[in-house]
Every structure is written in C-alpha cells, then in structure tokens.
C-alpha cells in the first residue's frame, strides 16, 4: 500500500513563507506524477499545482509566481514552496501520486493544514 505523508503546515501571518513537503513510500516515485490539491472550509477541492514524473510543472493561476513545485527523486520526495501567502490560501493541502502505465493508479496523502492570517 502506497503511503504519502504530508508535512510543513501551519499558521503564517500573510506575506509569509511556508514549505510543505510530500513523502512517498513508492517504488516507482521516479515515474509517478504528483499534484497538490488544497480544500477550504465550503470548497471543493482543487489543483493547486502538479510536476510530472519529467519535471513539468503547471500551477493554478491563483498561486503563479508565489508557489514553486520541485522533487527530489532520491529522497521520494515533492515540495511545494509557498511564498506571498495571502489568507486565501487558507486550506487543507492534500498531495497526489499519480503511477502506473497510463497514470492510472493513485493515492492520497492525509493533508496538512496551512492557516494564513490577515
């Protein structure tokens, strides 16, 4: 069973810096592609950003130019720097792995909340 353990959440006041980390117990890390999702309070869920198994990144147009999506394939491990937090990124951010021949298995981490105040 796949496990992603997220972590690196909390409370910031707005302007401020957080980096949240997304650890994977997949042998095929390497190959798999993963997203961050976050969920406010009455929300759907939603894309935040994703980096696939090559290194592309695509990052929803709320968190362009303030977040930055990386990996390092020799730890199994994403991170998600978050800069210029503004209260609205006030969520649950959940990470995604995406794997197989066509992508088509995945698996959800527990998420980590990230409080932003005004």
């Known amino acids: 069973q796949v496990q992603l353990v997220e972590s690196g959440g909390g409370l910031v006041q707005a302007g401020g810096s957080l980096r949240l980390s997304c650890a994977a117990s997949l042998t095929t890390f390497s190959n798999s592609d993963i997203g961050w999702y976050r969920q406010a309070p009455g929300k759907q869920r939603e894309l935040v950003a994703q980096i696939s198994s090559g290194g592309t990144t695509n990052y929803a147009e709320s968190v362009k130019g303030r977040f930055t999506l990386s990996r390092d394939n020799a730890k199994n491990t994403v991170y998600l720097q978050m800069s210029n937090l503004k209260p609205e990124d006030t969520a649950v951010y959940y990470c995604?792995?995406?794997?197989?021949?066509?992508?088509?298995?995945?698996?959800w981490g527990q998420g980590t909340q990230v409080t932003v105040s005004s």
């Open positions: 995604n792995a995406r794997w197989g021949r066509y992508y088509e298995r995945n698996s």
